[in-house]
């Protein structure tokens, strides 16, 4: 499932990574509340990953998202 395209991250680094999430196979859906963009998604184990909407930092934001990816990646 890929993102409709009004629901890009507005930080870039951020959108990267959640485009490398979707290419690995995880899912990402978006939210809209409060301070939560959206949720990473492992449906086979049933894990997700927040994804903010303002995060402090982008590259660290990114980086969490990577890493959630990488350990998720040969979950299917």
């Not at 490398?20 to 086979?44: F, N, Q």
Request: with cysteine; charged share 35%.
């Amino acid at each position: 499932m890929t993102m409709a395209l009004g629901d890009r991250h507005q930080k870039k680094d951020v959108e990267a990574a959640l485009k490398r999430a979707e290419a690995a196979g995880l899912k990402v859906t978006r939210d809209k509340k409060k301070h939560t963009w959206g949720y990473v998604l492992c449906c086979p184990c049933s894990q997700r990953f927040r994804v903010d909407c303002t995060p402090k930092s982008q590259g660290d934001e990114a980086a969490e998202i990577d890493r959630f990816t990488r350990g998720h990646r040969n979950c299917a």
